[in-house]
Structures are given as C-alpha cells and as structure tokens.
C-alpha cells in the first residue's frame, strides 16, 4: 500500500516548476486586467495635476505620453489614484525617420522571400481583432457589456470599411473572447497567431476604455469624435520596435488631425505584441461615449494608419482593372507644367540645333528669309492656277 501511494505522488520538482511559472505569468495577467468598478486618474507628483484616466491596472514603472507629446512614469500608487513625474518631453517627428520595423517575423521574412521568388507583388493587408469582445457603449448599445457581440465589434467594423476604401484589404475577426477577464489575452492570442498567418502589414486589437465620457472628448477639424488612444506593452521583447511603431502613428495624426490621438499608455504587460513588430492595441473613446462618435474617430485613423504603413501617396498605384491610376491631389495641375516644361525644351533645343547647323545667326536668318520668299512664290503660283 505504501507502494502504491508513493508512485501517486507528484514529483517536488514538477510542483515547484508549477509554481514558479504561475508567479511569473500572474503579473502579466494582472497588469492585462481591467477594473471591475471605477477607473485609475493618474496626477503629476508635486502639483496634483491631472494627467489622465484609465480603466487599466496601473502600475509603478508605467509611463504615459499625453496628447501634447510630455512622457511622465508612474512612481506611486494608492488606491484608484497614481502619481507620476515628468520624465521627458518627447520630440515624436523622430519616429517617422526610423524604420517602422526593425525586428521582422520569421512569417513575414519568409512570405517576404516566397514573393521575391515569384516576382509576385504583396498585397496591403491589415487584420484587426478584439480580445475584449463584450465591450460596448451605453448611449448607443444600452449596456456596457453584452457578453460576444459586443458594440466594440462595430468599431472595428468602422476601420475595416474605411481602410477598404483606401485600397487595402482587411482581414477583421468576429471570434470572441469571453468572459472578461484576466484570461482574455491568452484566448486572443490563438486569435491573432490565425490571423498573422495572412501576413498583414499591421495587426490591431481594437478595445474601449472605462472612463468619464469628456476623457475621449474631442474635435479635429470642427468634427466632434471620440478620440483615439495607443497602448504599448512594456513586458515586451519588441518594446522598441512597437513604441517606435506606435509613436509614427501618433507622429503622423499630430500632423495631419491634431486631437485624434489622446496618448500612448504604456503599461505593464504584453497584450500579445510579442507575436508580431507592427502590433498596436487601441482604445476608441470610452463606454459612456457615443459608438457612433467612436467610429467617426476609427474612419479617420484608417488615413492614419494607411500613410504610417504605406507613406502620403498610398493611394497612388496602377488600377489592374483598366482603369486610370487613382490622383493624388494637385497632380494633374503638376503634369501639365511638366508637358510644357518638356515642350519647351524641345522648342530651345531644335532652335539651338539650326542655329549650330546652319552657322550662326546671320547665315540661319537668310535662310528663313530665303524660305519665306520661296514659299510666298510657290502660293501666287497656286493661285494664278487656280484662276485659270
């Protein structure tokens, strides 16, 4: 009997090999977590002023870059408040001089290679997901929850329609991810590796926050909208390829719709960005905010995303249909001085090819007179022909 008991029983060694894995993942997953009630208002150390609000599991070490490009790191936390101080004011424009990838997937280097053999061109895909797929909003869904189709769905939707007008194809998952909770990200990371096999120029995992309606407030350009904002996690082995990554995106809407992108909150956690360089987690407006308004936000990040992964004239390619090339805006007007560049050119360079052949300017304007008097002849001899 003592025997048999003994063969039962699990070796120490495996029992410890469990517990050390759950204390390294259980930070993750906790930092992945969300609130249940309330939200996390974080305030500069010092002064007490407001930096910003999330429904996000704040942590010591976390850093935010605020709308105004200002990065500030969390040193204390207590309670559902944070304190955190300045670190450094953040010239964004320099992300858009780095590559937006420095570190590339053994999938995409080898789809990469597949198409340079075939001479093949690849396509512009983007794939977008929800890891919380129940997340709604109040003023347009009803609830802040509906568990499997949430309104969060919508939004993507928003984005996916929007980037298809611009020529790119999106690949969206509907496959939800319920319940809400620490788990969320382990059941979407089987997601996102199904979608990364379409190899996408981007992925994106599309999400609300939990905070006050007027946090994601905002107008660009006289449109009221639901702003936008990027979350970056810090336990990463990609972390500076994907910051670099999520501050081009922010770099580009600073420029072209100031007050679309809130910030970028960089927390602790992985939000499954370890699987791909161009990973971006984003949150459109908050649940108390309009759907509607939140994917007026999406339609206009689709721009956005379209010039960070394909540049200002993405839109600029040969039409395989027959048809004409999509213009870019003012190209025609720069054609046509072109031509007339050209046709001058040419006018200048036959003028200087009789003026060489012909020996200098005196001997080539006798022969122009010489010319016209031989062809006024040859017309009174064609009228005298006429009349006869």
Same mark, same amino acid.
């Given at each position: 009997?003592?025997?048999?008991?003994?063969?039962?029983?699990?070796?120490?060694?495996?029992?410890?090999?469990?517990?050390?894995?759950?204390?390294?993942?259980?930070?993750?997953?906790?930092?992945?977590?969300?609130?249940?009630?309330?939200?996390?208002?974080?305030?500069?150390?010092?002064?007490?002023?407001?930096?910003?609000?999330?429904?996000?599991?704040?942590?010591?070490?976390?850093? +935010?870059? $605020?709308?105004?490009?200002?990065?500030?790191?969390?040193?204390?936390?207590?309670?559902?408040?944070?304190?955190?101080?300045?670190?450094?004011?953040?010239?964004?424009?320099?992300?858009?001089?780095?590559?937006?990838?420095?570190?590339?997937?053994?999938?995409?280097?080898?789809?990469?290679?597949?198409?340079?053999?075939?001479?093949?061109?690849?396509?512009?895909?983007?794939?977008?997901?929800?890891?919380?797929?129940?997340?709604?909003?109040?003023?347009?869904?009803?609830?802040?929850?509906?568990? +499997?189709?949430?309104?969060?769905?919508?939004?993507?939707?928003?984005?996916?329609?929007?980037?298809?007008?611009?020529?790119?194809?999106?690949?969206?998952?509907?496959?939800?991810?319920?319940?809400?909770?620490?788990?969320?990200?382990?059941?979407?990371?089987?997601?996102?590796?199904?979608?990364?096999?379409?190899?996408?120029?981007?992925?994106?995992?599309?999400?609300?926050?939990?905070?006050?309606?007027?946090?994601?407030?905002?107008?660009?350009?006289?449109?009221?909208?639901?702003?936008?904002?990027?979350?970056?996690?810090?336990? $990463?082995?990609?972390?500076?390829?994907?910051? $670099?990554?999520?501050?081009?995106?922010?770099?580009?809407?600073?420029?072209?719709?100031?007050?679309?992108?809130?910030?970028?909150?960089?927390?602790?956690?992985?939000?499954?960005?370890?699987?791909?360089?161009? /990973?971006?987690?984003?949150?459109?407006?908050?649940?108390?905010?309009?759907? +509607?308004?939140?994917?007026?936000?999406?339609?206009?990040?689709?721009?956005?995303?379209?010039?960070?992964?394909?540049?200002?004239? +993405?839109?600029?390619?040969?039409?395989?249909?027959?048809?004409?090339?999509?213009?870019?805006?003012?190209?025609?007007?720069?054609?046509?001085?072109?031509?007339?560049?050209?046709?001058?050119?040419?006018?200048?360079?036959?003028?200087?090819?009789?003026?060489?052949?012909?020996?200098?300017?005196?001997?080539? /304007?006798?022969?122009?007179?010489?010319?016209?008097?031989?062809?006024?002849?040859?017309?009174?001899?064609?009228?005298?022909?006429?009349?006869?």
């Amino acid at each position: 009997m003592m025997r048999a008991a003994s063969k039962n029983k699990i070796p120490t060694k495996i029992i410890t090999i469990i517990i050390v894995l759950m204390l390294l993942w259980a930070p993750t997953a906790l930092a992945e977590q969300e609130m249940e009630k309330g939200y996390y208002t974080v305030y500069e150390e010092g002064t007490n002023k407001k930096i910003f609000s999330t429904a996000r599991v704040v942590s010591i070490g976390d850093q +935010y870059l $605020n709308e105004q490009n200002i990065l500030y790191e969390i040193v204390k936390v207590s309670g559902n408040k944070a304190y955190a101080k300045f670190k450094e004011e953040v010239d964004i424009e320099q992300a858009l001089e780095l590559p937006e990838s420095q570190v590339t997937s053994e999938i995409f280097q080898d789809k990469q290679d597949t198409l340079k053999t075939s001479g093949e061109k690849k396509e512009k895909v983007v794939a977008i997901y929800h890891t919380h797929s129940d997340e709604s909003y109040i003023p347009t869904d009803g609830k802040a929850s509906i568990p +499997y189709k949430g309104g969060i769905f919508k939004v993507g939707s928003a984005l996916k329609t929007a980037l298809e007008k611009k020529g790119i194809k999106v690949i969206q998952s509907y496959q939800p991810h319920d319940p809400h909770d620490s788990m969320a990200y382990q059941r979407s990371r089987r997601t996102a590796t199904e979608l990364l096999k379409n190899v996408p120029d981007a992925i994106i995992d599309i999400h609300r926050d939990g905070v006050p309606a007027e946090e994601y407030q905002g107008q660009v350009k006289g449109q009221t909208i639901a702003k936008m904002q990027l979350v970056v996690g810090r336990q $990463n082995p990609q972390l500076n390829t994907i910051d $670099n990554f999520a501050k081009q995106i922010k770099a580009t809407a600073d420029k072209k719709y100031p007050g679309l992108i809130k910030g970028i909150f960089y927390g602790k956690g992985g939000f499954n960005q370890d699987l791909y360089p161009r /990973s971006i987690l984003i949150e459109a407006g908050t649940y108390t905010n309009s759907r +509607y308004k939140a994917q007026d936000g999406a339609n206009i990040l689709a721009d956005v995303i379209a010039t960070t992964l394909y540049g200002e004239d +993405y839109e600029k390619e040969i039409d395989l249909s027959g048809r004409k090339t999509t213009e870019v805006p003012k190209e025609g007007s720069n054609t046509f001085k072109t031509l007339l560049w050209v046709i001058g050119l040419i006018i200048v360079g036959f003028g200087g090819y009789m003026l060489i052949s012909t020996g200098g300017i005196n001997e080539l /304007s006798a022969k122009l007179k010489s010319f016209s008097s031989r062809k006024s002849t040859l017309n009174e001899k064609k009228k005298d022909n006429d009349n006869e």
